[in-house]
């Protein structure tokens, strides 16, 4: 959980370095929920990970889920702070974008994979 606290802290520092005072608004705040939601997830998938091992269903409920409520919850917050906000405009917004970020996480987890792969490949080597 401290983790947790500490990458949104370092998120904020970035937005408000990049946006000024413009990003402090309740659609922001709800960005808090957001990454929660992600990180709950990648909780669930551990806990599972550590009673069962790696299963692949598991890793695509959880990535795509995690995902799909971090999706909802961000987007429709920026998106219903607009005056003609709509949830059939919403629906459109969510099927236009859902699956782009569903590929850019999948590839931040596969970049993140292959790192601690070849970190832990490495330090094996090193001990041996």
């Not at 946006?19 to 608004?25: K, V």
């Not at 957001?34 to 299963?55: I, P």
């Not at 971090?70 to 236009?96: P, R, V």
Request: hydrophobic share 55%; net charge positive.
């Amino acid at each position: 959980p401290i983790l947790f606290v500490i990458v949104l802290a370092q998120a904020f520092v970035i937005d408000y370095l990049a946006m000024g005072s413009y990003l402090f608004n309740y659609a922001y705040a709800a960005l808090i929920p957001a990454y929660l939601a992600l990180w709950l997830a990648g909780r669930w998938l551990r806990q599972h990970y550590e009673l069962q091992g790696f299963r692949i269903g598991q890793f695509v409920m959880a990535l795509t889920g995690g995902v799909a409520i971090c999706e909802l919850i961000s987007s429709g917050a920026f998106y219903f702070q607009k005056s003609n906000a709509s949830l059939l405009g919403f629906t459109e917004l969510f099927g236009t974008y859902f699956f782009g970020n569903l590929f850019f996480t999948l590839c931040y987890v596969a970049v993140a994979s292959l790192a601690f792969y070849l970190m832990t490949e490495t330090s094996k080597k090193k001990l041996a």
